[in-house]
C-alpha cells in the first residue's frame, strides 16, 4: 500500500493477480495481531448493532439537499461488508455493502484518531460497523460521516475482482456466497425466487387451499415416473426413499375430506444433471376436489398472469433474447397434433401404430424397450421433435393413457388421459390432470407399473396398496398440478440454467 498520495481499491484490495496464497496469509498475520490486541473482548465482536440499511437510507434521505441534512441532523449506526476504500492522506472514503445495497461512509483522521490508521490496513471484504451524521459530498454522493468506526470481521480471503466478479460459472455454483457478494444479478435472481413462491402462496391461500406437508422419506416412492434415491431406517430396519413426489399423500388428504391441499417443498430424484435438471428440486402439487384438467389449465393461466404482473407490472418479459407476451391466450394443443407440426411427412393416421412409431423412433434415434407400446413411442417422438419448438406459453393435452398411470382415462377416446403439460420457453413447466379415481383401475395400472419394474424399468412405479385402500373409501373427482418452481424461475428471471436459480446446486466433487 502506498504511503504517500492516493490509493483506491475495489474488491481484491488492489491485489488483483498476486499470489492468492500469500494474500490469505498476510491477512491471517492481521488476525493474529488483532486477537493480541483484543484480549479479553476478542476479534470478533459481537456488541454493534445497526439501525440503518443502505437501501432504506437512499429511499428516505436520496433527495433530501446537503443544506436540509446539514439543518436536520440525521445520526445513523450502519454496518456491512467493505467494497471499495480510497486513502487520501488525511481523509479517506469507503463503501460497504448490506442487503439493500452500499453506503459510502466518509473518513477523517482528526475525527477518528488512532481508528484511521487501523483503517489504512483494512482490507476489502472485512465487516465494518460505523456511526455518524448523514450528509452529501461535493459530488453530491449521500454519505455518513463516521465518528465511530470498527472493524467487526476481518475477511481472510480476498474478494474477486470487482469488475468480473467470479467470471468461472463452476466456481459461481460451489461458492455461491462469494457469487452472491459479487453479484447484484445474483441477489436478484433469488429476491425474485422468494417473490415467486411468495405469490403463488398468496394466490392459493385466496382460493381456500390449506398447505399441507407429507412426508419426505417414504417406504412406496410414488406419484412420477422416476428414479428414486434410497436410505435406511435403522431402528424400524426399514428401506425407504427419498420422495419423487407428493401426490400419493395429498391424494389421501382428498380423500380424507381436505378439499383443497397445496404443497411446496423438495423432491428428489435419482437422474442426471443438465441445465433443466438438479437431482433436488422445488415442486407445488396442489389437489382440487371436484374439478377436472381444464379448471387447472385455467388455473395456470390466470396464474401465471398474476405472477408477470406482480413481479415486472406488464405481461410482455423477455427470456433468453425472446420476447414473449403473456396477454395472448394461451395457446392448447394436442400430443399428436404437436408432433405433425413438428414433423413435417408424418402420417397423423399412425400416430398410434406400434410398428410405425418404431421406424420412426429409430429413424430418429430414439431409444426404445420392446416392451413400450404406442403411448410410450409416441411420448418418445413428442420429447425428441415437438417439446424444444414450445416457446410461446403452451397447453399440450391428450396424453396417453400408457404414461399416464395416476391420470383419469378420457371418457370418449380410451386411448388418451384428461391430461396436460404447460411449457414455455421449450421447457416443461407444469404438468395436471384429472385424477384416476377408481381404485381397480389404478390396481390394474401399478400391477403393470410393477411387471415393468421387473423387467428393469428403475423409473417405472411401485405397487402402492396403502394408495389402493384409500381409494377403496372414495376419492371425489379431483384435478391435480405439479409446477417446477426452480423452471418457472428460470423464465421469469432469464436464467439459462437451473443452477442459476438455485442457491446451492448439486456438483461433481472437485478435483
Known amino acids: 500500500m502506498k504511503k504517500n498520495g492516493n490509493h483506491s481499491s475495489g474488491p481484491g484490495g488492489g491485489d488483483e493477480g498476486g499470489d492468492e496464497n500469500k494474500l490469505i496469509a498476510e491477512r491471517r498475520a492481521k488476525l493474529a495481531e488483532l486477537r493480541r490486541a483484543a484480549g479479553a473482548g476478542g476479534a470478533y465482536p459481537n456488541d454493534f448493532r445497526r439501525d440503518a440499511l443502505a437501501g432504506e437510507l437512499q429511499a428516505a434521505y436520496g433527495e433530501r439537499s446537503g443544506e436540509w441534512l446539514e439543518a436536520n441532523p440525521t445520526r445513523v449506526h450502519v454496518g456491512g461488508r467493505l467494497m471499495f476504500k480510497r486513502l487520501m492522506g488525511k481523509a479517506s472514503f469507503a463503501k460497504i455493502a448490506d442487503r439493500t445495497g452500499q453506503i459510502q461512509l466518509y473518513l477523517q483522521q482528526e475525527t477518528l484518531g488512532p481508528v484511521y490508521e487501523a483503517f489504512k490496513g483494512w482490507d476489502v471484504g472485512d465487516i465494518l460497523g460505523g456511526s455518524g451524521l448523514l450528509f452529501r459530498t461535493r459530488t453530491g454522493e449521500l454519505s455518513v460521516r463516521a465518528d465511530e468506526l470498527r472493524l467487526l470481521t476481518k475477511s481472510l480471503r ?39 413462491v411468495r405469490y403463488l402462496r398468496d394466490f392459493l391461500d385466496a382460493l381456500d387451499f390449506l398447505e399441507v406437508e407429507t412426508p419426505m422419506m417414504q417406504p412406496i416412492p410414488g406419484g412420477a415416473a422416476a428414479r428414486p434415491f434410497r436410505t435406511h431406517h435403522n431402528a424400524l430396519d426399514l428401506d425407504m426413499y427419498l420422495r419423487i413426489a407428493p401426490e400419493l399423500y395429498l391424494k389421501r388428504l382428498i380423500v380424507g375430506g381436505l378439499d383443497r391441499v397445496y404443497e411446496i417443498n423438495r423432491n428428489f430424484r435419482n437422474e442426471g444433471l443438465s441445465t433443466q435438471h438438479n437431482p433436488e428440486f422445488t415442486m407445488l402439487e396442489l389437489y382440487l376436489a371436484w374439478a377436472d384438467y381444464r379448471d387447472i389449465m385455467d388455473w395456470v393461466e390466470k396464474a401465471t398472469r398474476g405472477l408477470a404482473d406482480t413481479l415486472n407490472g406488464r405481461l410482455q418479459l423477455t427470456c433468453q433474447g425472446r420476447q414473449y407476451d403473456l396477454a395472448q391466450p394461451f395457446r392448447r394443443v394436442t400430443v399428436e397434433q404437436a408432433i405433425v407440426e413438428s414433423n413435417p411427412g408424418i402420417d397423423p393416421l399412425s400416430l398410434r401404430d406400434a410398428t410405425y412409431l418404431r421406424k420412426r423412433c429409430d429413424q430418429l434415434g430414439i431409444a426404445y424397450s420392446s416392451d413400450d407400446g404406442p403411448g ?55 404438468n395436471g390432470f384429472s385424477e384416476l379415481n377408481d381404485p381397480e383401475d389404478q390396481a390394474a395400472r401399478f400391477r403393470a407399473q410393477a411387471a415393468r419394474k421387473e423387467k428393469g424399468d428403475e423409473e417405472a412405479m411401485f405397487y402402492d396398496a396403502d394408495y389402493v385402500r384409500a381409494l377403496e ?39
Open 158 to 196: 480476498p474478494l474477486p475482482d470487482k469488475w468480473h466478479g467470479l467470471a468461472d460459472t463452476e466456481t459461481r455454483y460451489r461458492r455461491r456466497y462469494v457469487d452472491l457478494i459479487m453479484s447484484d444479478t445474483s441477489r436478484e435472481v433469488f429476491r425474485t425466487r422468494a417473490h415467486i
Open 473 to 511: 373409501y372414495g376419492m371425489p373427482p379431483t384435478a391435480g398440478l405439479g409446477v417446477g418452481i426452480d423452471r418457472l424461475v428460470m423464465f421469469f428471471t432469464d436464467s439459462p440454467s437451473i443452477r442459476d436459480v438455485i442457491l446451492f446446486p448439486h456438483m461433481r466433487p472437485e478435483a
Open 376 to 430: 410410450k413411442l409416441l411420448i418418445g417422438l413428442f420429447e425428441k421433435t415437438a417439446e424444444s419448438a414450445l416457446l410461446d406459453p403452451t397447453f399440450v393435452f391428450a396424453y396417453p393413457v400408457e404414461v399416464s398411470p395416476l391420470s383419469r382415462p378420457n371418457d370418449a377416446d380410451p386411448f388418451i388421459a384428461d391430461r396436460f403439460e404447460f411449457f414455455i420457453a421449450g421447457r416443461e413447466i407444469a
